[in-house]
């Protein structure tokens, strides 16, 4: 998970793992997810857009090379824009409830 705001991401951590999935992060610089990437692959990838060190798109090119489903989080999204350039992408504008983005992250595995 990658979420640079410190508040939501510790609200999404907290909320996935009640929906019983295992998570990774938070991460708020896309080159300490891309580390990470070297020991473990996530099963699902949740991506804010704007992440410290600049926007997350380098790291969902490198998750896509992998074969990783990836979920878009974030306020600042143009969801064509992002279904061209990610065609198996799934997105959730913040704020998203919880039964959506559960629903998500089910879907996207």
Excluded: W
């Amino acid at each position: 998970m990658c979420e640079d705001e410190f508040v939501v991401a510790l609200d999404l951590k907290l909320l996935i793992e009640e929906f019983g999935f295992q998570v990774m992060g938070p991460f708020a610089k896309r080159a300490d997810a891309l580390e990470k990437l070297d020991q473990n692959l996530p099963d699902v990838a949740l991506l804010d857009v704007r992440l410290k060190d600049g926007e997350v798109f380098p790291l969902a090119d490198k998750l896509v090379d992998l074969g990783v489903p990836i979920v878009f989080h974030s306020g600042h999204i143009f969801e064509e824009d992002v279904r061209n350039r990610y065609p198996g992408a799934e997105t959730c504008q913040k704020p998203v409830s919880a039964k959506h983005l559960r629903t998500t992250l089910e879907n996207a595995r």
